[in-house]
């Protein structure tokens, strides 16, 4: 079974504060993915990276950037949290080989921004 | 740019009778469709695809999913509801980029609520 682990399910960080996520997969996947999910408005790509130091933006990159130094780690950073970005933040991951597309997701972390 | 729809904030269904979740896709060339649920404080978990072939797709759980190409729809049906199916179901679409990066876009998701 394909497993994505998440740093943490809750985190609760202050205004101002440099805010780090943590996304692990075992499956050896290529492709990695961070999205914000809110309701009513699904899930929004934040950053995406199909190789170890390569990312693209997403849809919602402002507020945020992406590390990937390794495979199998991708870490979502806020350079300075804000109330807007309480969120649950959702780490997927997905195999570049050709014709198996879809994603497979971590429990996902709640971030609250006081 | 690839979009999917889904019409339906939330569906109402009593246990043991069919039910039905509804995307409606936007894609410019051949459609590849995702359906995902979502548990309570939990990850998506992935349900089944259509990439081609078999307009009817089976997958997990006892869901299964019809792809109409004339009405751009991929309808997610299950013929007898549970209450252990309630949950939030998302749509997906692929989108089309080069060298083996996947990007998927996701519907806003459907709330499922199967009551006794």
């Known amino acids: 079974d394909v497993k994505v682990t998440q740093s943490s399910r809750y985190l609760v960080k202050r205004t101002g504060e440099k805010v780090f996520l943590e996304c692990v997969q075992d499956?050896?996947?290529?492709?990695m993915f961070w999205y914000r999910q809110d309701p009513g408005l699904g899930l929004r790509l934040i950053y995406f990276?199909?190789?170890?130091?390569?990312?693209e933006k997403g849809d919602i990159p402002e507020g945020y950037s992406v590390s990937r130094e390794k495979k199998e780690r991708f870490s979502l950073i806020l350079e300075s949290a804000s109330t807007n970005q309480t969120s649950m933040y959702l780490c997927?991951?997905?195999?570049?080989?050709?014709?198996?597309?879809?994603?497979?997701f971590g429990p996902g972390t709640r971030l609250t921004v006081t | 740019a690839q979009s999917v729809a889904q019409p339906e904030d939330q569906v109402n269904v009593a246990e043991g009778n069919p039910l039905t979740v509804k995307c409606t896709y936007s894609?410019?060339?051949?459609?590849?469709l995702f359906w995902y649920v979502q548990y309570p404080n939990r990850g998506l978990q992935f349900l089944l695809k259509y990439i081609t072939g078999d307009n009817l797709v089976k997958g997990s759980y006892g869901f299964e999913a019809e792809f109409n190409k004339s009405q751009t729809s991929f309808h997610l049906k299950k013929p007898s509801a549970l209450v252990s199916d309630s949950a939030l179901y998302f749509c997906?679409?692929?989108?089309?980029?080069?060298?083996?990066?996947?990007?998927?876009?996701f519907g806003t998701g459907t709330q499922l609520k199967v009551e006794l």
């Open positions: 990276s199909y190789d170890v130091k390569m990312k």
């Open positions: 997906a679409v692929r989108d089309w980029l080069t060298g083996g990066r996947n990007k998927l876009t």
């Open positions: 894609v410019s060339g051949n459609p590849y």
């Open positions: 997927a991951s997905s195999s570049a080989a050709g014709g198996v597309y879809e994603q497979y």
């Open positions: 499956m050896d996947h290529e492709n």
